[in-house]
């Protein structure tokens, strides 16, 4: 006997999203974590609305999330990092599919078998145990990376272990995982891992790093002072089928976070490295190149910002990042380069929106901000940030500038942000979320005879008060105008197997109109119900053959 449990409603905060063609070579999709649910989004065009294609309940606690495609693939994976001590692929099923079970396996339940959809399936490809269960330091799956090629996974704890999975193909096309390839180092922290395109190379993975080796052994804290953080660069030998430390050099010990540049033909390769007031570009063989973020018109000097969220964007020989500050400015950030040498990192003040902690950046212009805090939002972009008069901040010859607030605020410049404004983004659809709510009444306060849930919701600028009422939201799919004032209305299947109502049966005082149901709702005058009558009622009975009882 097992026992689980199912919230009436999924959770309103969004831990993490990524973006991926995961059930069709074009689409466009997002997928999101909200705690222990994986949700489905899909951004509807003609709407400009996000769309829930599919939700499932997980049974675990999901850490990470990233998506994954073979080299020569149309379609993406999507790879799970939970508490279940499982490094777990998942296949999206636009279909759907019969079956139960939890999707990437939890402490209390097993993963494995298909998670039956509103639109279609998750399906776990592969589901490779690795280590224990729950969130531990030292357990892999606080942070994934992939090979920009898809050729190889790495899978990382906070703490010394890593393991990296070589992806390939079977003779009938399947996906294989292989056996895990250890890249541990004892007495080191991990902050940021990410894959390196390195074209067809040895793939190759990026961590940033901290050794505390001997600080720890070093009561006096002095070590501890003295202790440098490194970029180092981590290569899957393919040939020798093993991992090795292949280039490591220290960084500030305000970085923390790692994006990958593109390369090959698409860019000059390497990272970059976003610390406290600063982004940076470096690479192996390549001298740091370091700019300032720009600061908004009276931020305290002494304070350092910080950047919590960050999306890459990718054509063909195009490319940009955009990161977003704590404050909620957002910078978009583009490489002067000409072959493999970077001249210049430009930093340009693109908008200011509520922060968030998850960025999608669609290659149809629509940018996703996920938030832990509030409300979530799609946006289209409606410029691109080289207006004239855009804020713009270049390279520093010093490098020692910027690790502090003080020495920052001396060389970026500064900006006044437009309240209530947005330059670059026009905001299309919002996603209410009431996470977290921090207090809640239930009483009758409107007098409508049953109670309504008064709860306080959000976090600083972002606090509401809501109310909340029993009831089922309805969504307006299409709209037909009538003749008249109708008396009636039924829906009736075409057969009594059929799984949704077929038509709609309107009736007037002199006349039965009756409208098919399909893409679009439509008037029909084959359906064998006799239109010049009223309709007192309309049945199925159970040989799927149409009753109409009439005046």
């Known amino acids: 006997m097992h026992f689980f449990a199912l919230n009436l409603q999924r959770a309103g905060a969004i831990n993490s999203a990524i973006y991926g063609n995961f059930s069709a070579p074009a689409a466009q999709e997002v997928v999101v974590a909200r705690g222990t649910t994986l949700e489905l989004l899909r951004p509807d065009e003609v709407a400009c609305k996000l769309v829930s294609v599919a939700s499932v309940q997980t049974f675990s606690v999901i850490r990470s ?64 145990v690795f280590g224990k269960t729950g969130c531990r330091r030292a357990v892999p799956g606080q942070y994934l ?36 390839l250890e890249a541990h180092k004892a007495n080191t922290i991990t902050y940021s891992v990410v894959g390196v395109d390195v074209h067809f190379e040895n793939p190759v993975f990026a961590c940033l790093e901290l050794d505390y080796g001997d600080a720890d052994q070093d009561p006096s804290g002095a070590a501890a002072e003295e202790t ?26 305000t ?22 007031n600063w982004v940076a570009y470096k690479h192996e063989g390549h001298d740091e190149v370091r700019t300032a973020l720009p600061r908004r018109a009276g931020y305290p000097a002494g304070r350092g910002l ?11 020989k195009l490319f940009f990042f955009l990161l977003q500050t704590e404050v909620g400015d957002l910078y978009k950030v583009t490489l002067d380069y000409e072959g493999s040498v970077v001249r210049d990192v430009v930093v340009t003040v693109f908008d200011t929106v509520a922060p968030m ?14 938030a832990e805090f509030g409300d979530h939002a799609l946006f289209q972009f409606s410029g691109i940030g080289d207006e004239e008069g855009a804020v713009v901040s270049r390279k520093c010859e010093d490098l020692e500038l910027g690790d502090d607030g003080a020495s920052a605020a001396s060389v970026a410049p500064t900006f006044a942000p437009l309240a209530g404004k947005l330059k670059n983004l026009v905001v299309a659809d919002v996603l209410e979320s009431c996470a977290p709510c921090t207090d809640s009444l239930i009483t009758d306060l409107c007098g409508e005879g049953s109670p309504q849930v008064l709860t306080l919701c959000g976090k600083g600028a972002r606090s509401s008060l809501r109310v909340l009422r029993h009831g089922v939201k309805v969504s307006e799919l299409a709209v037909s ?43 029909v005058t084959d359906s064998g ?7 007192l009622t309309v049945g199925l009975l159970a040989d799927s053959t149409m009753l109409q009882v009439r005046a």
């Open 357 to 370: 902690n998850s960025l999608c950046i669609t290659r149809r212009g629509l940018l996703f901000g996920a």
């Open 65 to 128: 999330l990233k998506p994954f495609r073979l080299h020569g693939a149309t379609r993406d994976y999507i790879v799970v990092g939970s508490d279940s001590g499982k490094l777990t692929i998942l296949e999206f099923e636009p279909s759907g599919g019969a079956g139960r079970g939890g999707v990437a396996g939890g402490s209390a339940a097993a993963s494995g078998g298909v998670g039956t959809l509103q639109g279609g399936a998750f399906k776990v490809v592969k589901s490779e």
């Open 255 to 276: 970085a923390f976070m790692l994006l990958a540049v593109p390369g090959g033909a698409d860019g000059p390769s390497g990272v970059l490295v976003v610390g406290e």
């Open 228 to 253: 440098e953080k490194h970029l180092t660069y981590y290569e899957l030998d393919l040939g020798l089928n093993h991992v090795v430390r292949k280039w490591s050099e220290s960084v500030s010990r």
């Open 529 to 535: 119900l006799m239109a010049r009558a009223p309709t």
């Open 306 to 316: 910080l950047v919590t969220a960050a999306a890459t964007h990718t054509q063909k």
């Open 145 to 180: 990376a992939v090979d920009p090629k898809g050729r190889a996974v790495m899978v990382a704890a906070v703490e010394k272990q890593k393991l990296v999975y070589i992806m390939n193909r079977d003779a009938s096309s399947r996906l294989t995982v292989s056996s895990p």
């Open 481 to 523: 105008e009538l003749p008249g004032y109708p008396s009636a209305v039924w829906t009736v299947k075409g057969r009594a197997d059929d799984d949704a109502d077929k038509y709609i049966v309107v009736s007037f005082t002199n006349a039965t109109l009756v409208l098919a149901i399909g893409e679009t709702v439509e008037e």
